[in-house]
């Protein structure tokens, strides 16, 4: 039977591959972002194979969220799968030296709007004893590098949330899964460097990262899995990238 899946952050990256993925599946979509003609255009690109409804949205607006998340048409209102991928980091220099504007927005973003998201649409799974909350969150909010600071911790919050949500869904059949990603490369470091294209492609030159379609399929892979199980974390690499160890700085002589 086809799932109604709602995904934030569809107009780009990961959200836009997952999106492809469940439309291959014959889904029923409801792809969300604040680039409504991005949308459009990969509604175009699925619709022969998914029904789609679209939503203009930042996550970061709570009443906007509510409103339009609270009058999905008809044919869309009972959401099995909700993914929260809508997210982003600003910036990779060092705490003293962050914008605090940037920081906000992360936090508005990665913690705040993927809970008004969440709290919205829960009691209608809970009600209904189906549903699952796919959350992407980070290696970054496990392991601390340079220059993470309120991105890593932002994304530590998700992997929290994420298992404080299974703690009070104990009863239910509503699941919850948060996928953790270490580098892929989309259009993330482009944000992340407002901008800047050559230091982006920069990150990524040589380092084999992971494609938005490897995460699509660690999504396909925890929502498809028999109703009586939960896969609670995934979390994956490229094979160039790992937790490399502590560094320990030395005082000369
Ligand atoms: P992209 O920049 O390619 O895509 C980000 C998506 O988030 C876009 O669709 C963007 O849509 C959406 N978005 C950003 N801000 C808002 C907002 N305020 N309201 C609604 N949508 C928003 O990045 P990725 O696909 O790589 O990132 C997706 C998620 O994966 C993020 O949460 C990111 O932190 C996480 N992640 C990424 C990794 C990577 O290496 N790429 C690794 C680990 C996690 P629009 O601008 O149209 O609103
Ligand atoms: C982004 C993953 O490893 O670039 O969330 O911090 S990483």
């Not at 990969?42 to 930042?58: G, K, M, N, T």
């Not at 290696?139 to 919050?157: D, E, L």
């Not at 199980?229 to 502590?246: F, R, S, V, Y």
């Amino acid at each position: 039977m086809a799932r109604i899946v709602l995904i934030t952050g569809a107009s780009a990256g990961f959200g836009a591959a997952i999106a492809r993925h469940f439309a291959a599946k014959g889904d029923r979509l409801i792809l969300t972002a604040r680039r409504l003609e991005r949308l459009e255009k990969l509604r175009a690109e699925l619709e022969s194979s998914a029904q789609i409804h679209l939503v203009q949205l930042d996550v970061r607006d709570r009443s906007q969220v509510e409103e339009k998340l609270r009058q999905l048409p008809e044919a869309f209102a009972a959401v099995d799968i909700l993914v929260n991928n809508a997210g982003l980091a600003l910036g990779l220099g060092p705490a003293q030296q962050a914008e605090l504007d940037d920081w906000d927005t992360m936090i508005d973003t990665n913690c705040k709007g993927l809970t008004y998201c969440t709290r919205v649409l829960l009691p209608g799974m809970v009600e209904r004893n189906r549903g699952h909350v796919v959350n992407i969150a980070s290696a970054a909010g496990s392991y601390a590098y340079p220059g993470a600071n309120v991105y890593g911790a932002s994304k530590a919050f998700v992997l929290q949330f994420s298992d404080n949500l299974r703690a009070d869904l104990l009863g239910t059949r509503v699941r919850v899964s948060c996928i953790a990603p270490g580098m892929a490369e989309t259009e993330f470091s482009l944000v992340r460097f407002k901008g800047d294209v050559e230091r982006a492609r920069g990150l990524y030159a040589g380092s084999n990262a992971m494609t938005a379609s490897d995460i699509a399929h660690a999504v396909m892979y925890v929502t498809d899995q028999p109703e009586h199980l939960n896969i609670n974390h995934i979390e994956m690499m490229p094979i160039t990238q790992a937790p490399a160890g502590l560094k320990v700085l030395k005082t000369p002589g």
